[in-house]
């Protein structure tokens, strides 16, 4: 059964169509990246709304279960006419990415069609569990992320600003095939190294803890990990936190498998890090679930529901790090995926000893 015809069996069991308006789960059911369209779907028709920037590309690299519409009068225009030929009567909704207004201009183009939210949650349920094209793809994402951390370490000089560090990354990732950038690159050095978003200066690097946390987006999927290298030569009690960080990390990820709750895999790094003393310096949660976008479901957190498990499919990150205000601070990140046999998958296969530079 394709994407496609899961959306439409959970579809008619709600409502008569979906309107699908997020690019990331446009994306999802018809293979296309384009952030200015439409998909609406019913359970036995499946339109692709484009205008004319995006027909061609559309026309040529869409899922055929889709029929492409050209644009000319306007989205919901076109989205109601559609409907009309139908007679559906309801239309599902994104709730997490439709805006009041724009569901107000939807319900003033289809006046005698109910609007009712509840998209996103199917989609959400669908896209936390990945295929294996889907693994395929985030290996490949990971694979070059890798290398950018394998590529930095031979760049990286004192001279070097904050900002050079990041820039280098996202260059190497971009000139070796990535699509885009995950998200924003970190890399905060010294006192700055103790915000775990903070974002690269205008500066020199500072001796002390450097940290880098980036990733690629290739074949519409992200990678996402963080490496804590010294500038210089780290102190006893540096090397501390960093060894406890490590452990943390180490113990998180022999502990995780199919079966384990998302809380409890917190607690793992949690209580070591909270044991060796640094209580109140690991703020955020220890990994999240990772592909079209970077931040999905499920959540590692202390504050997951407890019938939160890991599941075959799962992609999420074990991210532990302590962070001292305004002294330094360390983050250490891989990838994984659980596999339908329950066991994990690493994804990320960079060093993570204490290197100094």
Known sequence: MTRLERFQKELTARTDAALITSPQNQFYLSGLHYDDGYLLILADAAYLLADFRYIEVARREADPAFTVVLVEKGMNKTVAELIGKHKAESLLVEEAHMTLAAEARLSAAVPRISVVRGATEILTEMRVLKDARELSAIAAAQELTDAAFSHILEYIRPD???????????????KNGAEGLAFDTIAVSGSASSMP?????DRKLEKGFLTMD???????YCSDMTRTVVIGKADDE??????TVLTAQKSALAAA???VGCKA?????????????YVGCFGHSLGHGVGIDIHEAPRLSSAAPQADLLRPGHVVTVEPGIYLEGKY?????????????????????????LIEL
């Open 160 to 174: 070097l600003r904050e900002i050079d560090v990041a820039l280098e990354l996202e260059f190497f990732m971009r």
């Open 197 to 201: 978003h903070g974002v690269p200066r």
């Open 214 to 220: 980036f990733g690629a987006r290739l074949g519409g």
């Open 238 to 243: 540096m090397k501390r936190l960093y060894e």
């Open 257 to 259: 498998r199919g079966g």
């Open 265 to 277: 895999l917190d607690a793992v790094a949690r209580d070591i890090i909270h044991g060796a003393g």
């Open 329 to 353: 601070g360390c983050r250490i990140e891989d990838m994984i995926a659980v596999l339908p046999d329950g066991s994990i998958r690493n994804f990320t296969q960079s060093p993570k000893e």
